[in-house]
């Protein structure tokens, strides 16, 4: 079953920033996209950041132009470069590949998430 690695949460100061990493293995299937999640307290888990095969990306708008997200194809792995955080970007990170189907459809795989927290 593919295993999703994630790495890069902890405490930074607002203004600060902090590089996730996700590292999927056991992919025999092909990747159609790559992306992360975030879940804070009481709240649904949102889209933050994603990144399909071709390389187009797309961002929530709270993430525009203070997060990039980028991947390592031969490494099956994606980043999120988070820079300017705010405390309201405070979450538990998950990350999420999502892989092509032999039978048409799409597989959904997560990680167990890393914590980022921004405070003062």
């Known amino acids: 079953q593919v295993q999703l690695v994630e790495s890069g949460g902890g405490l930074v100061q607002p203004g600060g920033s902090l590089r996730l990493s996700c590292t999927a293995s056991?992919?025999?299937?092909?990747?159609?996209?790559m992306g992360w999640y975030r879940q804070a307290p009481g709240n649904q888990r949102e889209l933050v950041a994603s990144i399909v095969s071709g390389g187009m990306t797309n961002y929530a708008d709270s993430a525009k132009g203070r997060f990039t997200i980028s991947r390592d194809a031969a490494k099956n792995t994606v980043y999120l470069q988070m820079n300017g955080l705010k405390a309201e970007d405070s979450a538990v990170y998950y990350c999420n590949v999502v892989l092509r189907s032999d039978l048409g459809g799409s597989i959904s795989y997560w990680g167990r998430g890393t914590q980022v927290t921004v405070s003062s």
């Open positions: 056991r992919v025999t299937l092909s990747i159609n996209s």
